[in-house]
């Protein structure tokens, strides 16, 4: 395998200038089976948010279930946290949204298990449904039975918080920003 440092190096760097390397890194490097010794590199390719390396990485597979072989762990679940949050919804590859949320969407597909591995504070919350404003079904659905998942829980704050958030998706009377900061979505 490649020196870590390297693929720092190149993957860390997302000019204009550089957006030749890391699109040839991909090339090369989707040729590797995903497992738990290099998940993150693949996630640093997604949080490039180069979208023609997203391309390539995701040609023939699907980016909502392309981390779902993998056990949950703190890490991968962190990884995807931090996509989303260092973008905004305008931002971001609708690739590396998809990919991101379906990590969370394997792992809390049973809430209460995430819940063990990682539990999800408030902002982690409106920073996963800051998405719902980019109008995809796909994604919306994702979002919708994310919400709801945490919602049935019961967990104090985020249960409150997500149910609210659904409740201003599906009333057209009520607004997102009314639970998501708008500076998070700039």
Same mark, same amino acid.
């Given at each position: 395998?490649?020196?870590?440092s !390297? ?9 204009? @200038? ?5 699109? @040839? ?16 590199? $693949? ?17 023939? =597979?699907?980016?909502?279930? $392309? ?6 762990? =703190? ?11 260092? !973008? ?13 949320? @379906?990590? *969370? ?6 809430? =209460?298990?995430?819940?063990?591995? !990682?539990? *999800? ?32 829980? @019961?967990?104090k704050?985020i249960?409150?918080?997500?149910k609210?958030?659904?409740?201003? !998706? ?5 607004? *997102? ?7 998070? *979505?700039?």
């Open positions: 395998m490649i020196d870590e !390297y693929i720092e190096k190149i993957l860390s760097d997302t000019s204009e @200038g550089n957006k030749e390397n890391v699109i @040839g890194f991909v090339k090369y490097f989707k040729t590797y089976p995903l497992n738990e010794n290099n998940f993150t590199v $693949f996630q640093k390719i997604i949080d490039t948010n180069i979208n023609e390396a997203l391309e390539i990485l995701f040609k023939d =597979r699907n980016p909502e279930t $392309f981390f779902s072989t993998l056990k949950p762990n =703190r890490k991968l679940i962190f990884n995807a946290l931090n996509t989303l949050i260092k !973008y905004s919804p305008k931002k971001i590859s609708i690739l590396g949204v998809s990919s991101s949320l @379906g990590i *969370l969407q394997n792992v809390y597909k049973n809430a =209460r298990n995430g819940l063990k591995i !990682y539990m *999800l504070s408030a902002s982690d919350i409106q920073h996963i449904a800051k998405y719902l404003l980019i109008d995809n079904d796909e994604i919306d659905k994702i979002i919708v039975e994310f919400l709801e998942a945490i919602w049935e829980i @019961g967990v704050d249960s409150v918080l997500s609210n958030i659904l409740n201003s !998706y599906y009333d057209n009377k009520k607004n *997102l920003t009314d639970f998501i900061p708008e500076n998070l *979505l700039i």
